[in-house]
């Protein structure tokens, strides 16, 4: 992982992330709660999406920012 950027409220997090071809990604996650008994309803972050692939991890981090409003926060 090349970096992770978590939103101020704690609620939402992207992490950037580069391949082995040597391109970038960005995940976006969100913070959700187990409710399973075994686990005592710790937080675990979700995966909700996956961007495209990226030359550079600035280019990656620049479009999050354009399509992500938290990120503009």
Request: no cysteine.
């Amino acid at each position: 992982m090349v970096k992770t950027i978590t939103s101020r409220d704690g609620k939402h997090r992207i992490d950037i992330d580069r391949s082995e071809a040597g391109l970038y990604r960005y995940v976006t996650f969100d913070d959700r709660y187990r409710t399973d008994d075994d686990f005592h309803n710790p937080p675990y972050w979700a995966i909700e999406g996956f961007s495209g692939l990226y030359e550079t991890a600035e280019a990656a981090e620049a479009d999050a920012r354009a399509e992500f409003a938290w990120l503009r926060d």
